[in-house]
């Protein structure tokens, strides 16, 4: 069904637990205001994540490889906690999987695995079909604001990167006018929380590294939005996404930790840089548009 808002928003992810990561404050903001729709497409199931609890690590693709069926679970329940309720699988689900990643170099960044599943969504071969199965939501849904990763997919996983070219190709071949955001965190904003988290009593996790997290020049950011007033929401998304994210509380403070048990904070502001559309930095995605 095509949504009747004036105001449409599409975000573009390649696994369940990416929309809440980067964008769930913006997700769950824009789903409340009025007039306005949010689409939320997802790429891949998740099914080559690391698994955090010990008791569900049998889902694994090395074991009973369930964990898709599992995370489009945790998916739907936190869609649900942001308020999303135009949810889309690529293709649908399941016609593409989570291609998996090698570690490459300092912190947390990822290249491509040497060998691939048939169904990989990084294969070369799935291109076209890809951009096809995106283009068919666009002309349906008719967003005038689209939001996925940077042309890196912001640390290099290549469903991430997929996704950026996918994206960036279907809105070409629609045509109609739109205007593209990439998800990012600026260095700055990154340090601050960090730094936020230093000292804090109990932390479970280990504080990262100078420079071990991905984030971006804070020049380079053209959108900050404020997503205080949606903690709760995005705490709850956050849970929702037990096989990949542990939330931690105390003293006051917020963290997160992937299954590198790296702390995260939980930031007040989500940052994008504008990829195309209308110059000029904005203080909203929809700023200026008619």
């Known amino acids: 069904m095509a949504p009747t808002a004036h105001r449409r928003l599409l975000l573009v992810h390649a696994h369940p637990d990416d929309e809440t990561l980067t964008t769930g404050g913006t997700i769950a903001r824009y789903a409340a205001q009025p007039d306005t729709s949010v689409t939320v497409v997802t790429c891949t199931l998740g099914e080559q994540g690391e ?36 949810h889309r699988h690529l293709g649908g689900a399941g016609r593409w999987r989570d291609t998996g990643m090698a570690l490459a170099g300092h912190g947390v960044r990822a290249a491509l695995p040497e060998v691939l599943h048939p169904r990989a969504f990084a294969a070369e071969q799935g291109f076209d079909e890809q951009v096809g199965a995106l283009g068919a939501v666009i ?54 929380g960090v730094a936020g988290l230093a000292g804090a009593p109990g932390l479970p996790f280990r504080l990262p590294e100078p420079d071990e997290l991905p984030g971006v020049p804070d020049a380079a950011v053209t959108t900050r939005l404020d997503v205080r007033a949606q903690r709760p929401a995005r705490l ?25 048990g790296i702390a995260l904070p939980l930031l007040d502001v989500e940052e994008f840089v504008q990829l195309d559309g209308p110059p000029g930095a904005v203080a909203d995605l929809f700023e200026g548009l008619p």
């Open 139 to 192: 002309e349906q849904v008719r967003p005038q604001v689209v939001v996925t990763y940077g042309a890196d997919g912001g640390y290099g996983h290549p469903d991430h990167v997929r996704a950026h070219d996918v994206t960036v190709a279907a809105l070409r071949r629609a045509g109609h006018g739109h205007r593209l955001f990439a998800t990012v965190f600026a260095r700055a904003t990154l340090d601050a």
């Open 236 to 260: 709850a998304a956050l849970r929702a996404h037990r096989t990949q994210v542990e939330v931690w509380e105390g003293a006051g403070r917020v963290a997160y930790a992937l299954s590198n």
């Open 51 to 86: 698994i955090i609890p010990p008791e569900l690590a049998l889902l694994g693709p090395d074991a009973a490889d369930q964990l898709g069926g599992y995370r489009y679970g945790e998916l739907a329940a936190a869609c649900a906690a942001l308020g999303v309720t135009d």
